[in-house]
């Protein structure tokens, strides 16, 4: 269903119709999907349709062809859908964020070199990484033409309440963020934020708290996709079994992130 979806984002994909293609009413087809990857075919559909549009405008199509290419039609109100769910207008986010200047800058953490970056609406990046080359480099390939700048000064306060954070204390709910997701992504990474510190919850668990008990892969997916470590605490997350599971940033980290958590906690 997934792929026959993928083919056909530029047509109007009814559950009736994928009813009728995979012999399933659509009542029935609607549920299955959604017990497998936890959101509709709709979501899935318009998930699809965003990366598409994502890549043919990072790869410098018009954002005419980009949203034409990626199944869009040019209606206004489908232009605003996606500018909400890009962070920015097609335009750009097709230069890169080039009208939204990302500010960056790096600590030494305690799970070892740290970068946090920020656009003018919040912060939109915290990664790990061995070197200050490899975590730029991963910033350069989310936005390949932004105006980047490092600025130790204004993200000061910022880095000291994240350090504080893997240090043992609380996390301030007060610190905004500019990601981009999934309707699934958010609700997923909305439950981790509510999963008190210091404490772990297993993939499974997850899923049924969302309203989703068949989608733990989904969940799994959605952690690994996290873009802002420790705001979101995908790292508070662990297999049935009590074993780390993956992390984005490497399992160490994240054993050393619950250590600490539950040592202040």
């Known amino acids: ?6 083919q056909h984002l530029d047509e109007p994909l009814t559950l009736a119709r994928l009813g009728e ?13 959604k017990a497998v990857l936890g959101i509709s075919p709709r979501a899935y ?3 699809c349709r965003m990366n598409q549009l994502k890549s043919n405008l990072r790869a410098g199509h018009s954002v005419t062809r980009a949203m034409y290419d ?8 489908l232009y605003e859908r996606t ?5 920015m207008t097609p335009d750009k986010y097709r230069r890169g964020a080039i009208a939204a200047p990302i500010r960056y800058t790096f600590a030494d953490s305690p799970l070892g070199r740290m970068l946090i970056a920020t656009t003018d609406k919040g912060i ?16 350069k ?4 033409f932004a105006i980047r700048r490092r600025d130790d000064g204004a993200l000061k306060s910022w880095k000291e309440t994240l350090l504080q954070q893997m240090r043992g204390r609380r996390l301030s709910s007060a610190l905004p963020l500019d990601i981009q997701a999934t309707a699934f992504q958010r609700r997923v990474w909305a439950y981790l934020q509510k999963i008190p510190f210091g404490e772990t919850r297993s993939y499974a668990a997850v899923a049924k708290e969302i309203g989703n008990p068949s989608a733990t892969r989904a969940v799994a997916r959605a952690c690994a996709t996290n873009p802002v470590a420790v705001a979101i605490p995908c790292h508070r997350v662990v297999r049935e079994s009590g074993e ?3 992390y984005r940033w490497g399992v160490k980290r994240k054993e050393a992130l619950l250590e600490m958590e539950q040592a202040g906690a």
């Open 244 to 246: 780390m599971g993956g």
């Open 83 to 87: 500018a909400s769910q890009l962070g």
């Open 45 to 47: 559909a318009d998930s």
């Open 124 to 139: 939109c990046a915290i990664q790990f990484a061995d070197s200050d080359e490899e975590l730029e480099h991963g910033l």
């Open 21 to 33: 293609e995979f012999h399933q009413s659509p009542f029935h087809l609607q549920r299955k999907f």
């Open 141 to 144: 390939h989310e936005f390949p």
């Open 70 to 77: 990626a199944g869009y039609s040019s209606s206004s109100r």
């Open 1 to 6: 269903m997934c792929r026959y979806i993928e």
